[in-house]
C-alpha cells in the first residue's frame, strides 16, 4: 500500500468527521448597547448548542455555535462589537456515522452590560429543535433556551441566575422498534419519558440515557457563577456523551494585577474539507479571570480516533493552565498544550508541547516566553532527525514526487501583553487523492495575556 493512499485515507477519516459536525456557520451583529466602559469587576461567558465527548477512542467535537467572551473588566461588549460574541448554525446531526440526535437552527450570544447600577455578563442559546432516537426519530424537543447570567448589584452585593426549558412533542412512531415499544408502555410518553425526566436521568431503550434542564447558580467571596444546560444524551454503547444547548456565566472581584486571558490545548483542527466543520480544540484548559490561586488546572483526553480507520489516530491530549497575582501589582501565568502522539498516514509526531508565559512586574514590566519541544518524528516509521528551528517549514512526500503536507515549528505570534505558540502546524498540500486541500491541524497550543481590562 502506498504512502500516498494511507495519507488519502486519513484525511478522508477527517472528512467523515466533518459531515457530522458541518453547519452553515454564520455571524451576525445584535443591536447596540451602551458604550463600552471598564469596571471593577472581571466578566467570562460561554454558550454553545452541541458538543459531543467520549471516554475511549471515537468522536470528539468542539463546540458548534460557540460564542464565548474571554476575561475583561470591559461593560457594553455586545456582537456589535465583540469577535466571537455571537454565533449561529443552520443545523447538526450527531455522531456522524449514525446520527442520532438532530440538532435543529442554533444561536448563542454572550455580552456584558451595565443597567440601572448593576454591572454583569450573560449567555443566552437558543435551539429551534431537537429530535432525538436515530434517522427516523419523532420525538421532538422544540423551543430549547439557556441563559447564564452573573452580575453585581449596585451595592457590590455579588448575583447570579440560571435558566433551562423546552416543550416536547410526539410524532407518531420513531422507527426504531425498542423505542417504539418503550413508549407504547407508557399511558402518556410525553409525561413520563420526557417532561418529567429524574435527576439522574431516563433510560430509553435504543437511544441512551437522557439528562434535562440542569441549572446551578451560586455567589461566593469573590465571584458568582451561573450555569445551565438544556439536554444531555449518553448514547447506548457507544461510550460518547451529548451535550446540546449550555450558558455559562461568571463574573469576579479582587483582581488587584489585571485579568487573565488563555489556555493551553492540545490540539485544534479547525478547518476540514474546505471549512465547512469546525472539529475545535480539545483538552482546553483556559486560565481564568484571577489565575489558578498557584495550582495547576488541567483538562484531559484519552485521545480520539475519528471514523476508527486507525489512519488519523490522536494519543492522549492534555491542556493546562496556572496563574496567580498579588495586590503589590505582580502577576504570572502560563498555559501549556500537550499531545502524546499523532498518526496520520505515513507521518508520527510524538511528545509535542507548547507553553506560553507572561509575567508583570510590580512595576508594571511585562516579559513574555514561549517554547515549544517535540520527542520525534517519523516518516514511514523513520525517524527524521534534529527538529527543526521555530518558524521553519519541511515537507513531507511520499517518494513519488507528491507533496502530502507542509510541517511549520514554533509558530510564534505576540502583542505588547500577550504571546501564543502552536508546537506543530500541519498543512495539507494538492497531491493526495480524496484529502481536503488546505486542512490545518494545529498541535501544542498556548496562549497567555495579562491585560488591564
Known sequence: MTTKRT???????????????????????APAQAAVRPSDYGFQTLAYATRVQGDGPGVQSGRTAFSWLECTRLTGLNPSNTRSAHEDIAGIDLPADNPQVQVGAAESTSRTYRKDGDVGTVSTNKIAKVVLGGAAAKITITGLTTEARAWADKSGKLRSSAIAHGGV??????????????????????????????????SIPGLGTIYVAHTYHGVHKTYANSNATVLRIVLEGADTTVTVGRSWARINRDMPAGVFQGSGYGIDIPKVAGGVAHVGRLANQPVGCQGTQGKVRENDLAGFDPGHTGQLVVGAISGQAWGVQKRTGYAKAWTQGRIAKL???????????????????????????????????????????????????????????????????GVKTQTKRAIQITALRIELLEGVDGAPIGTVIRLGNARTAIKRY
Do not use: C, W, Y
Open 7 to 29: 495519507m488519502a485515507r486519513a484525511t478522508a477519516a477527517l472528512t467523515s468527521l466533518a459531515a457530522g459536525l458541518a453547519g452553515a456557520v454564520a455571524l451576525s451583529a
Open 343 to 409: 498518526v496520520l498516514g505515513p507521518l508520527t509526531v510524538e511528545g509535542v508541547v507548547g507553553k506560553a508565559t507572561v509575567t508583570q512586574t510590580s512595576s508594571g514590566k511585562i516579559r513574555k516566553s514561549a517554547t515549544f519541544s517535540i520527542g520525534r518524528l517519523l516518516q514511514d516509521g523513520k525517524e527524521q532527525g534534529a527538529i527543526p528551528d521555530p518558524g521553519q517549514d519541511i515537507i513531507v512526500g511520499d517518494g513519488n514526487g507528491h507533496d502530502l503536507a507542509k510541517l511549520r515549528f
Open 169 to 202: 412533542s410526539l410524532q407518531g412512531a420513531t422507527g426504531n422498534p425498542q423505542l417504539d415499544a418503550a413508549l407504547a408502555q407508557v399511558s402518556n410518553p410525553l409525561s413520563d419519558l420526557l417532561s418529567n425526566i429524574p435527576l439522574d436521568g431516563q
